[in-house]
């Protein structure tokens, strides 16, 4: 039977799914030998994206039974999603989540700069609070939260809230009530129910999230595969440079004493 409710909805599943979809075909002995990525350059972004929506969700999970979050709720009829849909004392929000760890952010009005390269993160965010309230019939705040940033520079107030990952569960339990425990379990009701946000949303292949963190194992382990390969070839160097020394040296001397 079709799972009508979007409870049972992991963080990150659809973009899980779409990097599944995008991998390459397995590797090679001698790739995986040598510590190849099993990532192409399509499917790792959506990696990425994964795992900081994965971040997010267990930030989220860390609020308590107060609140309620919906994730990777499918909007429109496309394969678009809206990462997550958190629904508490505090108000209802919609959360983008960007994966832009060990990056500076740039922040101004509509503007939400990457290491200096302009996004349509705020436009995006915006977009989709907007759709939310549509179809919950109530106020949404739309939140950008940035998974582990280096900096977060605020030139001007951002027309959206951007939140670190680190400070996304304290700022949301930080907030005045607004809703009372009667308006939220109404509102999740309603949100819960995938028919009001998609005309057909497509599931996620079942083992999805298996396989995915399969996945996971891999790229660790080719990525530790590559630093063991570069450290053998830095001590080859090494020992190299130390066979040659004396005889360079002796070439010096020997130079020197002509």
Same mark, same amino acid.
């Given at each position: ?161 951007? %939140?670190?990952?680190? !400070?996304? =569960? +304290?700022? /949301? #339990?930080? *907030? ?8 939220? @379990? &109404? ?28 996945? %996971?194992?891999?790229? !660790?382990? =080719? +990525?530790? /595969? #590559?630093? *063991? ?8 160097? @090494? &020992? ?19």
């Amino acid at each position: 039977m079709t799972d009508t409710s979007l409870r049972s909805n992991t963080p990150g599943s659809a973009v899980m799914q779409r990097c599944l979809d995008l991998q390459l075909a397995p590797r090679g002995r001698a790739a995986r030998f040598f510590g190849f990525s099993p990532l192409g350059e399509e499917a790792w972004p959506w990696f990425r994206g994964a795992l900081g929506e994965i971040e997010v969700g267990r930030e989220l999970s860390r609020l308590g039974p107060a609140w309620t979050t919906l994730h990777a709720v499918p909007v429109g009829e496309a394969d678009t999603d809206i990462d997550h849909v958190v629904i508490g004392p505090g108000g209802v929000f919609t959360i983008n989540t960007k994966n832009h760890a060990g990056k500076a952010i740039w922040l101004a009005d509509r503007t939400f700069m990457v290491n200096g390269q302009k996004t349509k993160h705020i436009p995006t965010a915006l977009s989709e609070a907007r759709g939310a309230a549509k179809r919950l019939l109530v106020d949404v705040t739309p939140l950008i939260v940035v998974v582990r940033p280096r900096q977060i520079t605020r030139k001007a107030k951002p027309a959206v809230v951007v %939140v670190s990952s680190r !400070d996304l =569960a +304290r700022w /949301l #339990r930080k *907030l005045p009530t607004v809703l009372d425990p009667q308006a939220i @379990a &109404a509102i999740v009701a309603r949100a819960e129910q995938r028919s009001i946000w998609h005309s057909s949303p497509v599931l996620p292949e079942p083992g999805h999230g298996e396989r995915f963190a399969a996945l %996971v194992r891999e790229v !660790d382990a =080719a +990525r530790r /595969l #590559r630093l *063991l390969w570069g450290a053998v070839f830095a001590l080859v160097v @090494a &020992a190299g440079a130390l066979a040659l020394a004396p005889l360079a040296l002796n070439a010096l001397l020997a130079q020197l004493s002509s």
